[in-house]
């Protein structure tokens, strides 16, 4: 089981192959969960600038 604390760790390739193996509702709920979780302030970070991703 993973926490906060403890996220798990994937690499590269293993979240490739999740991906490709995702379903389409899949994919729609991790853009929105990826989307949520940019309007969440950073604690840590909360008066550094928000680094944007191209």
């Keep these: 089981m993973t926490t906060p604390d403890e996220p798990r760790r994937e ?16 994919l729609c709920r991790l853009l929105a969960d990826i989307r949520a979780a940019d309007r969440i ?5 909360a008066s550094a600038p928000q680094r944007r991703v191209s």
């Design 11 to 26: 690499t590269l390739a293993e979240v490739q192959r999740l991906l490709a193996r995702a379903r389409p509702e899949q």
């Design 41 to 45: 302030p950073d604690r840590d970070n």
